[in-house]
Structures are given as structure tokens and as C-alpha cells.
């Protein structure tokens, strides 16, 4: 069905997106502005596919650039929430706690 069909395509274009980060090509893709962040962190709610929400926190890490500071986000604080509760929380997936954990330390600068 449509729903079903919709997260599928958004698992495989998650999925393409941190595989063009893994070559760490620079800019190979734009994400790490703060606005794609937002918008990758509303993937890490619990009604989100648990595939998708580990490609969620993926994508995250691949988008923090380690220069860049996001302490004036206005986003931020909601982001770590977020990364906080799915980095310990057991109906997750293993890589998405480990992922989950991860972004939260390079959200810290």
C-alpha cells in the first residue's frame, strides 16, 4: 500500500544519502546545514520504521561536520532529546542506539 511504499522509498534514499558520505567526498551531499538536520531529526520518532529511524541517526552523524558549531540552533536542545531517548531505548535497534549515541557526541561543540 501507499504508506508502506512511501517508507520504503525513504529507507533506500536514506540509504543512497550515507553512502555517498562514506567516500567522504566533500559536499557530496549538503545535509550538514542545520535544516537538514531538522528535518532528518523528525525520523528518529518511535512511529518511524526502525530501519529508518537507525538511517535516521546515520545520516545525523554524517551531517555533523566536526568544525561546525550547532549550540545556537534553535533545533538543538529537541535534537538531543530525541538522540538522547532513542540511544537507550530498548525497542530500537542496536545500530540505532549506537548511532543515536554517536550523533549526540558531536552535537556537544
Same mark, same amino acid.
Given at each position: ?12 534514499? /536514506?540509504?543512497? #544519502? ?6 567522504? &567526498? ?13 528535518? /532528518? #531529526?523528525?525520523? /528518529? ?5 526502525? &530501519? ?5 541517526? /546515520? ?5 555533523? $561536520? ?6 545556537? *540552533? ?5 535534537? $538531543? ?12 535497534? *542496536?545500530?540505532? $542506539? ?6 549526540? &557526541?558531536?552535537?556537544?561543540?
Amino acid at each position: 500500500g501507499g504508506e508502506a511504499a512511501a517508507w520504503l522509498d525513504l529507507e533506500h534514499s /536514506l540509504a543512497a #544519502m550515507n553512502n555517498a558520505c562514506c567516500g567522504h &567526498k566533500p559536499n557530496s551531499i549538503e545535509v550538514h546545514r542545520s535544516g537538514g538536520i531538522q528535518a /532528518l #531529526m523528525h525520523l /528518529l520518532a518511535p512511529a518511524v520504521p526502525p &530501519k529508518i529511524r537507525e538511517f535516521a541517526a /546515520l545520516a545525523i552523524v554524517n551531517a555533523c $561536520r566536526k568544525e561546525d558549531s550547532y549550540a545556537a *540552533e534553535p533545533w538543538l536542545q529537541a535534537c $538531543r532529546l530525541s538522540l538522547a531517548t532513542m540511544a537507550i531505548e530498548p525497542t530500537a535497534t *542496536e545500530n540505532a $542506539r549506537k548511532f543515536a549515541a554517536g550523533a549526540l &557526541k558531536l552535537l556537544e561543540n
